[in-house]
């Protein structure tokens, strides 16, 4: 069994469209299963049928499902290089502070977004060198340390427990991500992803309830706003909208529709007989439910 954190040799097998009409590569894993990578992310990397590649196991969800990240073929995380300053920009920090970055070009000329040095000498500009040092590689793509640091972020607030919080304002931040800026009941400034919430109506100068939650094993906390649609282990009614073979495993994909019009996915060992399945839901991820069939 693969175990998170671990990196195992796979072998590119075949390019693939998904039911979502994206392009996969299916991989085989040490253990002879199928897993898929996103295309997109890994052009640069020369995957071809036959390529060996070793990859990570980021992650592994509450389903079993096992995100990898390819090793890049040029940076190794923790390391540092060179890399060139295409332009400059003010965005938000993770306290909800406006900071100045650069975006600087990766050496397949993908623009990221970097920490401006603090102490930089000489003076930089568009054009300048900096060395930058990797903290991981992410969908294909270096991260930067960031300057901000999330000690204390939650000082006051214990982990597990829901308080209320009033969004200030919606922002870009150092990537260029919409985030909700939000104070904390003890005064603290906190920021919140926003394209996971469009549907929960958090507007500036509101009142929401949020539960501060872990966010991965190593990462700082974060905020999970009240669903206003479910709740945990709540059960529900949904339609099935559509079925799909999982192309890597021998099961399949429910497309399920709920009362409020929203699609959720689950995964199946056989096609239900009736139109409608019963689900529980978990819990809440990213606005999400997770849910499961009964």
């Given at each position: ?61 509450c389903q079993g499902k096992i995100y990898l990240e390819p090793r890049h073929p040029a940076y190794k995380e923790g390391e540092k290089y060179e890399f060139?300053i295409s332009s400059f920009a003010i965005r938000t920090d993770i306290s909800g502070n406006e900071e100045k970055i650069m975006i600087v070009k990766d ?188």
């Amino acid at each position: 069994m693969l175990k998170e954190g671990r990196e195992y040799l796979f072998i590119a097998e075949k390019e693939i469209n998904t039911p979502d009409n994206k392009k996969h590569w299916v991989l085989k894993g040490p253990d002879n299963k199928k897993y898929l990578i996103p295309s997109s992310y890994y052009y640069d990397y020369g995957i071809i049928p036959g390529f060996k590649i070793m990859c990570r196991v980021d992650k592994i969800n509450c389903q079993g499902k096992i995100y990898l990240e390819p090793r890049h073929p040029a940076y190794k995380e923790g390391e540092k290089y060179e890399f060139v300053i295409s332009s400059f920009a003010i965005r938000t920090d993770i306290s909800g502070n406006e900071e100045k970055i650069m975006i600087v070009k990766d050496l397949f000329g993908n623009e990221i977004p970097a920490p401006f040095p603090e102490n930089s000498t000489p003076a930089l500009y568009t054009g300048s060198k900096v060395i930058l040092k990797v903290e991981k590689i992410y969908k294909g793509k270096p991260v930067f340390f960031q300057n901000s640091s999330p000690a204390g972020h939650f000082a006051g607030l214990r982990y597990g427990n829901t308080y209320k919080f009033f969004a200030e304002k919606i922002i870009k931040d150092i990537e260029g991500k919409e985030i909700i800026v939000a104070r904390d009941p003890v005064g603290k400034i906190h920021t919140i992803p926003y394209k996971y919430y469009k549907h929960y109506k958090i507007f500036p100068g509101k009142f929401f309830r949020g539960r501060i939650i872990k966010h991965s094993r190593n990462g700082p906390w974060k905020i999970e706003p009240e669903n206003p649609f479910y709740k945990k282990d709540q059960t529900l009614t949904l339609r099935i909208k559509s079925t799909s073979k999982v192309p890597s495993e021998n099961s399949f994909i429910l497309r399920l529709i709920d009362e409020f019009g929203f699609t959720h996915t689950v995964l199946t060992s056989k096609i239900p007989e009736n139109d409608s399945v019963i689900c529980r839901v978990l819990k809440i991820r990213k606005g999400q439910p997770l849910l499961a069939l009964l």
